[in-house]
Nanobody, 126 residues
């Protein structure tokens, strides 16, 4: 079974940091683009960041650029999302999914072969 498991969420104060992990099993992560998405209550999934296969080119939404950093560790078969300077509006359930890579860049949409997992809750509050 192809599986991605998110972890690392929690409660943090505004301005704080968290590092989310996306661990893969059943496939080799470095062959795929991986995206982080988030979903707040009552809202649709929002693309946050993605990292391309092969060359590790990255894309960030305007709302998180310069605050979040996506990376991968192929030896650990894991993708990370370092989240700094967190804001209350970052509160959501965060998901990682396989995303397409087109023209050498990841595309911020879920692959047709992927599915939303359990995600990990991030709550930014005083």
């Amino acid at each position: 079974q192809l599986q991605l498991v998110e972890s690392g969420g929690g409660l943090v104060q505004p301005g704080g940091s968290l590092r989310l992990s996306c661990a893969a099993s059943g496939f080799t992560l470095d062959h795929f683009g991986i995206g982080w998405f988030r979903r707040a209550p009552g809202k649709e999934h929002e693309g946050v960041s993605c990292i391309s296969s092969s060359d590790d080119k990255t894309i960030y939404s305007d709302s998180v650029k310069d605050r979040f950093t996506i990376s991968r560790d192929n030896a650990k078969n894991t993708v990370y999302l370092q989240m700094n300077t967190l804001k209350p509006e970052d509160t959501a359930v965060y998901y990682c999914v396989v995303v397409p890579t087109e023209l050498g860049l990841c595309v911020m949409r879920k692959s047709a072969f992927g599915s939303w997992g359990q995600g990990t809750q991030v709550t930014v509050s005083s």
